[in-house]
């Protein structure tokens, strides 16, 4: 009878630990609102007449990305960082653009950019290189 | 702890189990440590996700407005304008997160909101600063906090934790209700029931409607009751079938014993009746031998006299020879009659013995003379083992002397010409003194051993036809010697020889110098 009783001690510890272990956070709120104000100006700056162009591979024709809203969520990528954007393109289409960000003094800066393209991103999540923000 | 383990045997009832062994606690104990386990860290989990989520969302929001901001201040080249500058940042104090903003130049605040005021140094929350201008001259500081976020956290927290409370009271209540109709009920019932059994020694059943687990525990009790209260039956009926069988075996011993005692007092009385007959008999005997016995004596006499012609010559010559047969007859009866006198007198206790004592060399040597002339008319060579002297015994010295002499003439009369008679006095291993008698005649037939020892028991052999004794001289010598406290064994090989001897009691010898004990070299018993 002891043993059951440690048993379910044990794992009511270890439910307790899981989820306190993945909430711990290494990224400050301020950090954190800092790498969305980077996002947003970086995105200013490569705007054209509001809406950020890129080449669709399929009809290699340049179209127009308007910036709609900003993804809370932000990924870890090593030392850097992966954010994400919402576009919405001319047929009103969602297209959702992944910036990758590294830090330069106290500022971020996107050193890469994925359009419409989240087969990187899955493939980092999935080989584990990408994670949640702990 | 069930009612029927609390019972062992013992029929006052179930002791009470400690409160942490009792069934119900540990089943809330289940229920209370199972939910927990499943709620409490989804709780965890759910508020952690929550508060990550609240805080992805604040931060977004916050950096996105003040990047705007930011462009807004550039676009607008409002560095110098402070007034542009606080209506640019104006939009964001109708954040709840928002603290204050400052738009610095080179560490110098040019606008701020609050007015005047900008971030208080020291104030608690988070800031973040924002290059402005590509050269980086100007940046706009913006703090925030997340205040709000942990207050909502709270009481999300708190809601959340009452909901699982009352979701936790609400499981143990059904657990306990579900326990008590479900399990205590029907186990109490079965306990009591149990318990009433075993106080009353009466089976009783326990009704139970429910076809649950536990309604087929019921069923299985109430089959097990139903079996044993059959077999009980069984043994009742059985053991009343062996009752009556004891009281029959009772009354048939009883009749048996009644029977065996009808057939003792009836072979007594035959017995009586035949010690009776036989000591009439014997009696009779005794009384037809003495009376014999005078007359007898007459006739041996008179015909004694006619026999050697005292009164002169007898003619003509054959009535001599009809005295001598009339002699010897008559000698033949009277030693006939005197031997079963001796019987008689023996069987009904009148003989006694006259006790004195005995040189046993002297008996011995005295006896072969007696027997001697036999011997040497029948051409058989008489030899004896006898000391010459020392052995002294306290016996009836002419009784024991007739035992010897009906002995060795019985040995003589059955050993044939040339044959050897041999006689020796021994004290064997046991200290009793062993007068053994061996001849090399006939023998007797294993089967007439028993035959031999009775009164007019001959042995039917060779020699039997030419000797006939009166079939006395060896049952009144075994006589004799019991009577001395002895004891005579015959041991006979058909065709090699007989051996008789006389053990007497080591307590009849007075005198013993020089005799040895011998080694037993003939049938001892």
């Not at chain 1, 509001?50 to 024709?61: C, M, P, Q, T």
């Amino acid at each position: 009878m002891k043993s059951i009783w440690a048993v379910l001690l044990f794992a009511v510890a270890l439910g307790f630990a899981a989820p306190s272990a993945d909430a711990e956070s290494n990224l400050s709120l301020d950090d954190q609102a800092a790498l969305q104000a980077a996002m947003q100006r970086h995105i200013d700056r490569v705007l054209v007449d509001g809406a950020v162009l890129y080449i669709d591979r399929e009809s290699g024709e340049a179209r127009q990305l308007h910036p709609v809203t900003a993804h809370p969520m932000i990924l870890a990528y090593g030392e850097h960082f992966v954010l994400c954007f919402d576009f919405r393109d001319e047929d009103g289409k969602n297209v959702p653009i992944d910036y990758y960000m590294a830090r330069q003094d106290r500022s971020y800066v996107v050193f890469h950019t994925a359009v419409a393209d989240r087969t990187l991103l899955k493939e980092l999540m999935g080989s584990g290189r990408v994670t949640r923000l702990k | 702890m069930t009612g029927s383990e609390a019972l062992g045997g013992n029929t006052r009832g179930p002791t009470r189990p400690r409160w942490s062994r009792r069934l119900h606690v540990r089943f809330l104990a289940i229920v209370s440590i199972t939910f927990l386990i499943i709620t409490l860290p989804s709780a965890w989990l759910l508020f952690s996700y929550i508060r990550h989520a609240d805080n992805a969302s604040l931060t977004a929001r916050v950096g996105n407005l003040a990047a705007r901001a930011a462009i807004a201040i550039d676009r607008h080249q409002a560095y110098a304008k402070p007034t542009l500058a606080r209506d640019l940042l104006a939009p964001l104090a109708s954040d709840r997160a928002f603290l204050c903003a400052e738009l610095r130049n080179d560490g110098s605040v040019a606008s701020a909101i609050p007015a005047a005021q900008g971030c208080v140094s020291g104030q608690s929350g988070h800031y973040v600063d924002i290059p402005i201008d590509d050269q980086g001259d100007w940046t706009l500081r913006i703090g925030f906090t997340d205040k709000e976020l942990a207050e909502a956290l709270g009481l999300e927290v708190m809601l959340g934790v009452s909901g699982i409370l009352v979701a936790f009271l609400a499981a143990v209540l059904a657990g306990g209700v579900s326990y008590r109709f479900l399990i205590w009920r029907p186990l109490n019932r079965l306990s009591d029931t149990i318990l009433r059994s075993a106080r009353s020694g009466k089976r009783e059943t326990v009704q139970w409607g429910s076809r649950d687990e536990i309604g087929l525990v019921v069923d299985a009790y109430n089959s097990l009751v139903t079996t044993e209260t059959e077999r009980e039956r069984q043994i009742r009926q059985s053991y009343q079938r062996l009752q009556t069988s004891e009281s029959a075996l009772a009354a048939l011993n009883q009749e048996l014993e009644l029977r065996v005692q009808d057939r003792t007092s009836e072979l007594e009385t035959a017995m009586r009746q035949a010690d009776l007959a036989n000591q009439s008999k014997t009696q009779f005997l005794w009384s037809m031998s003495h009376e014999l016995r005078t007359p007898l004596n007459a006739i041996i006499g008179f015909s004694e006299i006619m026999s050697r012609q005292l009164f002169g010559k007898i003619e003509p010559g054959r009535y001599k020879e009809f005295a001598d047969d009339i002699l010897y007859s008559g000698q033949h009866l009277l030693k006939l009659i005197n031997d079963l006198l001796d019987i008689a007198r023996i069987e009904v206790g009148r003989e006694s013995l006259v006790e004195a004592p005995t040189d046993i060399a002297s008996l011995v040597a005295e006896t072969l003379r007696v027997i001697r002339p036999l011997a040497e008319e029948g051409g058989v060579q008489l030899d004896s083992a006898i000391a010459d002297d020392g052995l002294t015994l306290l016996l009836d010295t002419t009784k024991m002397q007739q035992i010897l002499i009906n002995l060795l003439s019985n040995a003589v009369k059955n050993t044939s010409s040339g044959g050897d008679v041999r006689i020796d006095v021994r004290i064997d291993p046991d200290a009793r003194v062993a007068f053994r008698i061996s001849d090399t005649g006939a023998g007797i037939p294993a089967d007439q051993l028993s035959q031999v020892l009775e009164p007019f028991g001959r042995a039917e052999g060779p020699t039997t036809h030419i000797h006939k004794g009166t079939g006395l001289g060896l049952p009144l010598a075994r006589r004799m010697t019991e009577l001395h406290g002895g004891e005579l064994v015959l041991d006979s090989e058909f065709g090699v020889g007989t051996c008789v001897t006389v053990f007497l009691p080591a307590a009849r010898v007075l005198a013993n110098s020089g005799w040895l004990p011998a080694q037993p070299s003939y049938a001892s018993p």
